[in-house]
């Protein structure tokens, strides 16, 4: 049974450009969070979909937006790219109200 | 609004002993969640272990154990044995029940001297 994965590994692009990565939840979760890790950091939440809608939104400006597709994977999409936008990306998926949620090993952007 | 502290930036345990890694939260729902995950190089966040602000006895899993003091408002990680394979960043984290959304402190760096 795999897991949550995520794809690209590691990335990197150049200021103002536009990225999108993307996450398969574990089998049978219909769930999806995204986090955004700055180095040395704790994890911070960007949004989180159910059923394809954006559910909850955390402190993080419209330049970040996101999709779920009907499969119950999900993109995280990023426009005009800032240096202080390097980090690492995590996806996190559960089932509906479950627990525990289950990260995948993440996306590591390096805006240069 | 919900906040998580963790004090110990980084902390040095010797090999099969036993070590403490503190957290202490904030929040003004009364029904919330504290989840703690170790997180090693590669950086997936692993689940370690959870307990409900309702649960009346500490939570348990393996060598890991929750020391919770609801009044205190702490959820302090204790790892019997510790391992070499130990060695991680461990991040404590809360979910109000009335949120969807994982709350983290900033993390501990745990390093198991053999």
């Known amino acids: 049974d795999a897991g949550v994965t995520q794809s690209p590994t590691h990335l990197i692009k150049t200021r103002g450009q536009q990225v999108t990565l993307r996450c398969s939840p574990k089998s049978g979760h219909d769930t999806v969070s995204w986090y955004q890790q700055a180095l040395g950091q704790g994890p911070q939440f960007i949004f989180q979909y159910y059923e394809e809608e954006e559910r909850q939104r955390g402190n993080f400006p419209d330049r970040f937006s996101g999709h779920q597709f009907p499969n119950y994977s999900s993109e995280l999409n990023v426009n005009a790219l800032l240096l202080g936008d390097s980090a690492l990306y995590l996806c996190?998926?559960?089932?509906?109200?479950?627990?525990?949620?289950?990260f995948g090993q993440g996306t590591r952007l390096t805006v240069v | 609004a919900q906040k998580i502290t963790q004090t110990q930036p980084g902390m040095f345990v010797q090999e099969k002993e036993a070590v403490t890694l503190d957290c202490t939260y904030d929040?003004?729902?009364?029904?919330?969640?504290l989840f703690w995950y170790k997180q090693p190089s590669s950086g997936e966040m692993i689940f370690l272990i959870y307990?409900?602000?309702?649960?009346?006895q500490n939570a348990t899993e393996g060598r890991y154990s929750l020391n919770f003091q609801k009044a205190r408002k702490s959820a302090n990680l204790v790892i019997s044995a510790s391992q070499l394979g130990d060695s991680a960043m461990y991040f404590c984290?809360?979910?109000?029940?009335?949120?969807?959304?994982?709350?983290f402190g900033g993390g501990t760096r745990l390093m198991v001297k053999p």
């Open positions: 996190a998926s559960r089932y509906r109200d479950s627990t525990e949620a289950f």
């Open positions: 929040t003004s729902d009364p029904s919330y969640g």
């Open positions: 307990q409900g602000s309702y649960d009346q």
């Open positions: 984290a809360m979910r109000e029940d009335a949120g969807n959304m994982l709350t």
